[in-house]
């Protein structure tokens, strides 16, 4: 069944729980080695600081040191996410497909591990209060095409596989999924959203999913899947269909 799987706003990441078990090492490796930058930081504020005739100081910017220290720790975790990233895309290339939902399928295996990867990135991103630097800084880290002039910083987009174009709009609480469940089936397919797109609120764009330049897609509405909208025409409905004039 295709459904988003996050409970934060960050990007739609599930994780098999046998993989994720298995592997935990992987994202408290991250998580510890994001912290290490961190901790040079504060090392030199307290070395620099904390003594005689300095203490003041010390107090009066202890507000900075944290503001600081939230976006190292921000830019340290994404990248060491792709530097995993990195090493897991060259052990297996990400494939578009449909695949055996087994942990016994290198294509479904890597995908999981994949999402490990960028899972802590995506958590401490999704917790700035500037909410942009999550769609627009953070997913492009991980191959995400995201164009100028749109607007998307509350909608969930898949972290791979996804193409979005400029001046495009996607409403609030949109998903859009590069990948799907389906019983034993695992979908993986590629999302283009071309130019001057608009896509109403609480809409679900599946995986294959093309839609072209200037169409719009109505509120509450969902693709099917590799479905094509095509340019200059409205779409709405479960699933999404021509609309009427």
Not at 32 to 48: A, G, K, R, W
Not at 202 to 214: A, E, M, V
Request: glycine share 4%.
């Amino acid at each position: 069944m295709f459904q988003p799987a996050s409970l934060k706003g960050d990007s739609p990441t599930p994780i098999d729980e046998r993989i994720r078990n298995k592997y935990l090492f992987l994202y408290v490796m991250i998580i510890i080695l994001s912290l290490i930058p961190c901790s040079i930081f504060e090392y030199f504020y307290i070395l620099l600081f904390w003594k005689a005739r300095m203490y003041l100081f010390f107090f009066l910017l202890v507000p900075f040191n944290l503001v600081i220290v939230f976006y190292i720790l921000q830019v340290s975790a994404i990248l060491f996410s792709v530097l995993f990233l990195t090493i897991l895309r060259l052990l297996y290339p990400p494939k578009e497909g449909i695949f055996t939902r087994d942990i016994k399928d290198k294509n479904y295996f890597f995908w999981n591990l994949r999402n490990i990867a960028k899972k802590w990135a995506l958590f401490v991103t999704a917790s700035n209060p500037f909410p942009w630097l999550k769609n627009r800084f953070t997913l492009r880290f991980f191959g995400v095409k995201i164009g100028k002039k749109g607007i998307c910083d509350n909608s969930w987009i898949s972290s791979e596989f996804v193409s979005v174009g400029k001046n495009v709009i996607i409403g609030m609480n949109s998903t859009l999924l590069s990948f799907g469940i389906e019983q034993d089936k695992f979908i993986l397919k590629k999302i283009i959203i071309e130019n001057d797109v608009i896509i109403g609120a609480k809409c679900i764009i599946l995986p294959g999913t093309h839609i072209k330049k200037n169409a719009k897609l109505s509120a509450h509405s969902y693709t099917n899947f590799n479905e094509i909208l095509k340019e200059n025409l409205i779409y709405s409905g479960h699933p999404a269909k021509l609309k009427e004039n």
